[in-house]
């Protein structure tokens, strides 16, 4: 079955940088839209990231752009959210997320899930 693990969360001071990962498994992911949502205690869950596995072509919501950076590893099945200039408002659990076909900002019409990895930006 398909499997997505996330890791490499955790404490990160303000204006430090992390980088997450999504260990894709269980199918091809040719033609599907990986994403990245974040959820805050509180708060609903929130677009951050996607990127198409074929063409690579990145979106980002406006709040992350400049400061975070989606990419693939095709060769390892791999989806990676490089983040940068962290702040205390980026602290959520974040999750890995895919569809097939084109990225969407809607986190209802994802079809996998992961079990999130926790990211904290704190001092």
């Known amino acids: 079955q398909v499997q997505l693990v996330e890791s490499g969360g955790g404490l990160v001071q303000p204006g430090g940088s992390l980088t997450v990962s999504c260990a894709a498994s269980g199918r091809s992911f040719s033609g599907y839209a990986m994403g990245w949502f974040r959820q805050a205690p509180g708060k609903e869950r929130e677009f951050v990231a996607a990127i198409h596995w074929n063409n690579g072509d990145p979106y980002y919501t406006d709040s992350v752009k400049g400061r975070f950076t989606i990419s693939r590893d095709r060769a390892k099945n791999t989806v990676y959210l490089q983040m940068s200039s962290l702040k205390p408002e980026d602290t959520a659990v974040y999750y890995c997320?895919?569809?097939?076909?084109?990225?969407?900002?809607?986190?209802?019409?994802?079809?996998?899930w992961g079990q999130g990895t926790q990211v904290t930006v704190s001092s």
């Open positions: 997320a895919a569809k097939p076909g084109a990225a969407t900002i809607h986190h209802y019409v994802y079809n996998y």
